[in-house]
């Protein structure tokens, strides 16, 4: 009975699986709303759960796991997300997606007749050097993708500024137009030069 429970259960999670979708480059303003906002288009986001950094000294939501509430729904996004540039929250940073794996998923449930076994390495055992130089390989690896993300949101910072910059400017130019429409500025020019301008 034991057996049949966790299998029941280890099949509704694999259901979940393939109805969920994993961003990535996820900007760090990107907060549960905001995915909610964005995927909503492509059917109903039924949860999201932002995978944390434990690698990193600050806390970022660079990705996340978004169940939607079909399998159909979830490969839309992957297809729409993989072929046009996708942003969110108005930050210059592509959106990546492609389908969820069960290594994805913190606490899921342990697939039926699996077993895994782990032990600690004495200094003499052959494969302690392999660990060791797997260890240091890590956190290189992990020193140089915090060096790449500094730089990364360094950029998306001054480019988020430009943006901010020239709708900034488009709005004041904007403000002007209307203003010289609305208290006869431009009707007055109009005459002065002979020119006709539309009243709509």
């Not at 994993?22 to 986001?45: C, H, I, R």
């Amino acid at each position: 009975m034991g057996s049949s429970a966790a299998q029941a259960d280890y099949a509704a999670f694999e259901e979940k699986v393939k109805r969920t979708v994993y961003l990535d480059n996820l900007s760090p303003k990107v907060t549960e709303a905001v995915v909610k906002m964005a995927l909503n288009q492509f059917g109903t986001v039924k949860s999201v759960q932002f995978i944390q950094n434990y690698m990193e000294p600050r806390n970022i939501p660079q990705f996340a796991l978004v169940e939607m509430e079909n399998s159909r729904q979830a490969k839309a996004v992957v297809s729409e997300i993989s072929q046009f540039p996708f942003m969110m929250s108005g930050m210059p940073r592509p959106v990546r997606a492609r389908p969820a794996e069960v290594e994805m998923f913190d606490g899921h449930p342990i697939k039926p007749g699996r077993r895994i076994q782990c032990r600690w390495l004495e200094a003499s055992d052959p494969d302690f050097k392999i660990a060791t130089e797997i260890k240091r390989l890590t956190w290189k690896h992990a020193a140089e993708v915090a060096f790449l993300l500094k730089q990364q949101l360094q950029e998306e910072e001054k480019l988020a500024r430009q943006q901010q910059d020239k709708l900034k400017g488009h709005h004041k130019k904007y403000e002007m137009i209307d203003s010289i429409m609305t208290d006869g500025t431009a009707r007055r020019l109009a005459r002065r030069y002979n020119m006709h301008i539309a009243e709509d």
